[in-house]
Structure formats: structure tokens, C-alpha cells
């Protein structure tokens, strides 16, 4: 036991100081895309080209970043420099058209209206749908709840039954066997209820776009928050879902 304690001592605190402090994240990290349309030549396709997704368009040039696996093919193929990806984790918005980069402006989404907000009382439960993806969403998922990045800490957690729970985040681009689930379980959450899309997948079916088992969410279902990424890191999980509950005004 005393040896335990010692080198729970010698480790040290190891949560990551958001919403305090941003966190640097590695050189590796490719955060929200850095456009330079200035740059671009008009009659160069490499970047369209070089899209495993059809995630890219040019005049203007701009990143469907509901689309987009980050994958950083465009950025390679340009040959003028105008395409760029920053470090930052902060990348979420409101409405499927917040996620059409076309520069460099910051990507904060807007929290919930007053009443939602008061109702919460900075404090969410979600329930995970998982609708048919490769579980790598999930798997970042998971690492939000651990010791680094503690997501519990902010007021959010994960709940088993969606009876217990203010909404939903779904994962996945929605398969045909899992919509009826996906549906089932947003009418057993209580309403007023939030949607979070989470992934490109979720968003836009990502890589599975186009093939005829993929639906989608459907339509019917409002979505509060667009959570993009192939996956998206656990801080920018943190992040999103606490400016969404009004727990991070600054930008
Ligand atoms: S980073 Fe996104 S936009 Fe660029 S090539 Fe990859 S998927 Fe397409």
C-alpha cells in the first residue's frame, strides 16, 4: 500500500489543466485546417484531386470539414502552400455550414439557450449510440473519462440508459439495421434532449458515404452540436460538449 502511495507521489498530477490552460498538443496533431485562398492557383485541381473523400472544393477554396478525415493529402499536394493544418484541438460547430472552412477563423461552437442551459445546470448526461463505425469515435470517447483528460470533472458523463440521460451523441454513420436503434433511443431520452454528431462519419458518413447500407442521422432528428474528425481527439470532445453546456466562454 505504501509503495502504491509513493508512486502515486512520484507520478504526480496528470489531468490536463483545460479548461484553465490549453493543453500543446504534438507536431504530429492536425488540427483545424488553415486555408490561404490568396495563395491558391485557380486552374490547380491537385488538392481536389488528392481527396479520398470529395471533401475539398476550389473557387472558393474551402474543406467540408463534416467530411474531411484530416488525412492531410490536400495539404501534401499543394504546391503553393495553401492549405495548412493548425494545432489546435478547438474545432466544433452549431450547424453543418459552421463546418465549411474557408480561412483561418477559430471554430468555437455557441452554447445552448438560456433556458437549456439553466435547466442543465452545467452539468450533462449523455447517452452513446454506437450506429455502425469502426469504434475508433468510441475509442477516444473512452479516453475522455480517463485520468488525463477526466472529462467527469466538467459536469459530463456517460450513462447507460438513455432515461437517465439529456441527449444523445452519436457515433457512426448510421447503418440501416442500427437507424432503428439509433431512433429508439432518442425517443426513450426525455425531452428537451440534445443530439451531438460525433465524427465525420456521424456528420456525413465519412468514408462509408455512398454505400447503400449507410443512412445517416436521420433527418427528422435535430442535431445540437457537429463534432468533426477522423476521430476527433479527446480534448476536442472536452471542449465542444463543455462550451456547448456554457462552461468555456473565452475563446
Ligand atoms: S485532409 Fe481532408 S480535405 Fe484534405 S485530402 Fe484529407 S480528407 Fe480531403
Redesign the pocket.
Known amino acids: 500500500m505504501l509503495k502504491i502511495l509513493a508512486t502515486r507521489l512520484k507520478q504526480g498530477h496528470r489531468t490536463v489543466e483545460y479548461p484553465r490552460k490549453n493543453s500543446e498538443l504534438t507536431e504530429r496533431f ?1 488540427g483545424r ?1 488553415l486555408l490561404y485562398p490568396t495563395k491558391c492557383q485557380d486552374a490547380c485541381r491537385s ?1 481536389v484531386d ?4 470529395d ?2 472544393a476550389k473557387n472558393p477554396l474551402t ?2 470539414l463534416g ?9 501534401e ?1 499543394c504546391p503553393s502552400g495553401a ?1 495548412a ?1 493548425s494545432s489546435e484541438y478547438e474545432r466544433a460547430a452549431r450547424t453543418r455550414e459552421g463546418l465549411m472552412v474557408t480561412g483561418t477563423d477559430s471554430m468555437h461552437p455557441a452554447p445552448l439557450d438560456k433556458d437549456m442551459r439553466k435547466l442543465l445546470g452545467r452539468s450533462l448526461k449523455l447517452r452513446q449510440v454506437s450506429a455502425a463505425g469502426c469504434n475508433i469515435c468510441e475509442g477516444e470517447l473512452v479516453a475522455t473519462g480517463n485520468i488525463e483528460f477526466d472529462i467527469g470533472r466538467l459536469g459530463i458523463q456517460f450513462v447507460a440508459s438513455p432515461r437517465h440521460a439529456d441527449g444523445i451523441l452519436v457515433t457512426g454513420p448510421v447503418s440501416t439495421n442500427m437507424e432503428y436503434a439509433l431512433r429508439q433511443t432518442y425517443e426513450a431520452t426525455p425531452a428537451p434532449k440534445i443530439v451531438i454528431a460525433c465524427g465525420s462519419c456521424a456528420i456525413s458518413g465519412g468514408p462509408f458515404a455512398g454505400s447503400r447500407e449507410v443512412r445517416g442521422i436521420p433527418k427528422d432528428i435535430p442535431i445540437d452540436l457537429f463534432i468533426p474528425g477522423c476521430p476527433p481527439h479527446p480534448l476536442t470532445l472536452l471542449d465542444a460538449i463543455h462550451r456547448l453546456i456554457g462552461g468555456r466562454k473565452s475563446g
Open positions: 492536425r485546417p488538392c488528392a481527396c479520398p473523400v471533401a475539398i474543406i467540408d467530411k474531411c478525415l484530416l488525412c492531410a493529402n490536400c495539404m499536394a492549405i493544418f
